[in-house]
């Protein structure tokens, strides 16, 4: 075979090759993407700051004995509904009844010394004043008597005193509500202490309920006192509470102080406001805090806003939004880089369309549109890698059927 022959089947065969990848090339540019398509609604969004915590009573009272005595009658038992006065515990009083017995004494003592003193001051100042008697005698019986008097009335405070600590012995419900907690038995010794309570029992009112939970340092400023709020129970399937911000705290709480997993949270109370018959203290709780809703707006589900690289001139439509501002190449030759701009693929004739969109606030399912697109248009909502990475300006699509973005149940509504 001659030279010719053997270039003329090479340059045909390189022929074919490129034209083979010419065509698979041409093929894959072609193929349509296959994606889940949403439509641009108009109605209401609610930014929403979430939390987590624990369900509590507003109100919850700790019992707890103010004297040192053994326990000799509990009248309630745990679960136990209680009103305001009524007995609850009943320490052992034979000590402050006979120490309060002495004092008693005392002061009937200290008044006859009073009596006596005052007798004897009268006596010595009438004998003054006939010259029968030293001024010296008069200043002792004036001093005595008020010696007398300085001791009844110390006598008659410890005498109160003594009255108090026996009153003590018998502690009584200072609410409406509910045994929840019970920590001692009868013959246990309660130990009555200034500085750290010896708890007997908890009273709580289960009508007012809360939840208490912690918020971010970065959320917490968008949350306000009257807020309006959606609490789930954990341990309460398909039940939504509704609530209200009642509290926030003014010092924060941090965990991890001094690493890099400091967490700077602020507590948040948030008052059940629906029927708490079926909480329970102690539940674990998911608050949704409703902190600002914009009404009528346009909206898309949240996953149809993207990033994408976008030129100047189309940065302008939604100037203040983009991720990365534009900046010079910082050595000569290095390539300059566009910004990040936040756009969705808007479906026209089964092309999408890169739309570079501004935004408002969000939801956790939509997005707020302020200016791009237009009620009824339909855009991209899926797939998470069609959105991130394949989907270009221009490329053709395909609707996947029955894999559409699922909306709330509810429906939003332009008031």
Do not use: W
Not at 73 to 78: D, F, M
């Amino acid at each position: 075979m001659s030279k010719k022959t053997k270039l003329i089947i090479f340059l045909a065969g390189a022929l074919v090759l490129a034209a083979m990848i010419f065509y698979n090339v041409r093929k894959g540019k072609s193929a349509a993407i296959d994606v889940t398509l949403a439509e641009v609604k108009r109605g209401d969004i609610t930014k929403v700051v979430s939390g987590s915590g624990k369900v509590q009573p507003e109100t919850d009272v700790k019992i707890a004995a103010r004297i040192s005595a053994e326990i000799i009658a509990i009248h309630v038992k745990e679960g136990d509904q209680v009103k305001k006065g009524q007995l609850l515990v009943e320490l052992d009083r034979q000590r402050y009844e006979a120490q309060l017995e002495q004092v008693a004494s005392q002061v009937a003592s200290a008044k006859a010394a009073v009596k006596k003193a005052e007798a004897d001051y009268t006596r010595i100042k009438d004998l003054f004043s006939k010259n029968l008697t030293s001024q010296a005698e008069l200043d002792a019986a004036e001093a005595t008597r008020e010696a007398a008097v300085s001791q009844l009335d110390q006598t008659l405070a410890y005498l109160r005193q003594c009255r108090d600590d026996l009153e003590k012995t018998r502690l009584n419900s200072p609410i409406d509500g509910t045994v929840t907690k019970l920590n001692k038995e009868e013959g246990e010794i309660a130990v009555g202490s200034q500085f750290s309570a010896d708890v007997i029992m908890n009273i709580a009112d289960l009508s007012l309920m809360e939840t208490v939970v912690e918020i971010d340092e970065n959320e917490v400023v968008l949350v306000s006192l009257g807020d309006s709020a959606r609490i789930e129970v954990d341990a309460i399937q398909d039940t939504t509470f509704k609530g209200v911000v009642t509290e926030i705290a003014h010092t924060a709480t941090t965990r991890n102080e001094g690493t890099q997993e400091q967490i700077t949270n602020f507590e948040v109370k948030v008052r059940v406001t629906d029927d708490v018959d079926r909480l329970r203290p102690g539940m674990s709780a998911t608050v949704d805090i409703g902190t600002d809703t914009h009404k009528g707006v346009l909206y898309v589900p949240i996953q149809c806003v993207t990033a994408r690289a976008v030129k100047a001139d189309s940065a302008e439509i939604v100037k203040g939004r983009q991720r990365h501002k534009e900046k010079e190449p910082d050595r000569p030759g290095e390539e300059q880089k566009l910004p990040q701009q936040e756009v969705v693929f808007v479906v026209e004739n089964n092309i999408a369309k890169q739309t570079p969109v501004k935004t408002g606030i969000s939801d956790d399912n939509h997005i707020e549109i302020i200016s791009g697109l237009k009620e009824g248009q339909k855009v991209v909502s899926g797939s998470y890698k069609a959105l991130s990475k394949l989907l270009k300006d221009g490329d053709l699509i395909k609707e996947k059927k029955g894999m559409q973005f699922k909306e709330d149940d509810k429906d939003k509504k332009t008031s």
